[in-house]
């Protein structure tokens, strides 16, 4: 299975400020014959289901604010909020689907400062 | 715009199976290019992808929960159903159905609370 390692486990961030959410994984989850990185991001509210922000590694679901951008290929990426709204209080997640089991992140729980 | 809802037992005993049925409205379950996906979370824990069917009917399930899972479709009713055999109190979660091309998930249902007790 490939391990989806998360950094922090949780941040605290200032309104307006960026956040920054880090996701490792154990193989690389770049596929070569399409050069495109199988990973995705959700933000998960408290008693809601996730909702898919960011797929293929840095293409923004359509609706999702451009404050939210993805980054990074191969084992490396990021989820970035370029400035922090209360409505974006939530624990992320980081999904590699590139092999089967399609395995989630920890979590990363983001609060305001 | 795809919607999903689960619906099934709340409480399963011991060494039971749990089944769960997703309802898909907006769509058909019959289109291609889709996957049909249960994923669940333990209370106050993160996520666990327990597996998906394809549109072509091939199923892939997570090696942890292989032995005791079963995804299927029942097209003529427009949904997918889900069954975990010998459960255990490690089974209590909140079961989410899902469905996506392209194999990541794009459409949650909104989850329910599946309890394994005596």
């Known amino acids: 299975d490939i391990v989806m390692t998360q950094s922090p486990d949780s941040l605290a961030v200032s309104l307006g400020e960026r956040a920054t959410i880090n996701c490792k994984s154990s193989?690389?989850?770049?596929?070569?014959?399409?050069?495109?990185?199988?990973l995705a991001w959700y933000q998960q509210k408290l008693g809601q289901p996730p909702k898919l922000l960011i797929y293929?590694?840095?293409t923004r679901e359509s609706g999702v604010p451009d404050r939210f951008s993805g980054s990074g290929s191969g084992t490396d990426f990021t989820l970035t909020i370029s400035s922090l709204q209360a409505e974006d209080v939530a624990i992320y997640y980081c999904?590699?689907?590139?092999?089967?089991?399609?395995?989630f992140g920890q979590g990363t729980k983001l609060e305001i400062k | 715009q795809l919607q999903l809802q689960e619906s099934g037992s709340g409480l399963v005993k011991p060494s039971q199976t749990l089944s769960l049925t997703c309802a898909v409205s907006?769509?058909?379950?019959?289109?291609?290019?889709?996957?049909w996906s249960w994923i669940r979370q333990p209370p106050g824990k993160g996520l666990e992808w327990i597996g998906y069917?394809?549109?072509?009917?091939?199923?892939y399930y997570n090696p942890s929960l292989k032995s005791r899972v079963t995804i299927s479709v029942d097209r003529s009713k427009n949904q997918f159903s889900l069954k975990l055999n010998s459960v255990t109190a490690a089974d209590t979660a909140v079961y989410y159905c899902?469905?996506?091309?392209?194999?990541?998930?794009?459409?949650w249902g909104q989850g329910t609370l599946v309890t394994v007790s005596s």
């Open positions: 293929w590694a840095s």
């Open positions: 193989q690389s989850v770049l596929y070569s014959s399409n050069n495109k990185n199988y």
């Open positions: 907006g769509g058909s379950i019959s289109s291609g290019g889709y996957s």
């Open positions: 999904q590699q689907y590139y092999s089967t089991p399609h395995t």
């Open positions: 899902a469905a996506g091309g392209d194999y990541f998930p794009r459409h």
């Open positions: 069917i394809y549109h072509s009917g091939s199923t």
